[in-house]
C-alpha cells in the first residue's frame, strides 16, 4: 500500500522559510514524479512544483520560482519543498502527490498524502 506522509507545516512571518517532507513507502518510485500542490481556502487545488525521481528535472509554477525548491533523497525515500521568502499568499494546505506521464505525456498523480497546513502571516 503506497503512503505518502508530509511533515514540515507551520506558521512563518512573511519573508521566512520552511521546508516540507514527504516520505514516501509501499512500493518503488523510481519511475515516478512526484509533485508539491498546495490548495488555499475558496481556491482551485494548484501545482507547486514536481521533480522526476529518477533524473531529478524539476518543473515550479510561476508563483513560487526562484522563492522554493524540489528536491529528493532516493536513499530515504523523501521529496522536500524547501520554501523561502514566503509571502502571505503562499498560505494554503500542502499536498505531495505521486504520478506517472501517461499516454499522452500528461502526468496524472494517483496517490496523495494528508496535506500539512502552512501559514504565512504578514
Known amino acids: 500500500q503506497v503512503q505518502l506522509v508530509e511533515s514540515g507545516g507551520g506558521l512563518v512571518q512573511a519573508g521566512g522559510s520552511l521546508r516540507l517532507s514527504c516520505a514516501a513507502s509501499?512500493?518503488?518510485?523510481?519511475?515516478?514524479?512526484m509533485g508539491w500542490f498546495r490548495q488555499a481556502p475558496g481556491k482551485e487545488r494548484e501545482i507547486v512544483a514536481r521533480?522526476?525521481?529518477?533524473?531529478?528535472?524539476?518543473y515550479y509554477a510561476d508563483s513560487v520560482k526562484g522563492r522554493f525548491t524540489i528536491s529528493r533523497d532516493n536513499a530515504k525515500n523523501t521529496v522536500y519543498l524547501q520554501m523561502n521568502a514566503m509571502k502571505p499568499e503562499d498560505t494554503a494546505i500542502y499536498y505531495c502527490?505521486?504520478?506517472?506521464?501517461?499516454?499522452?505525456?500528461?502526468?496524472?498523480?494517483?496517490?496523495w498524502g494528508q496535506g500539512t497546513q502552512v501559514t504565512v502571516s504578514s
Open positions: 521533480i522526476s525521481w529518477s533524473h531529478g528535472i524539476t
Open positions: 509501499g512500493r518503488t518510485f523510481s519511475n515516478d514524479i
Open positions: 502527490a505521486s504520478g506517472r506521464a501517461n499516454i499522452f505525456g500528461r502526468y496524472e498523480y494517483d496517490n
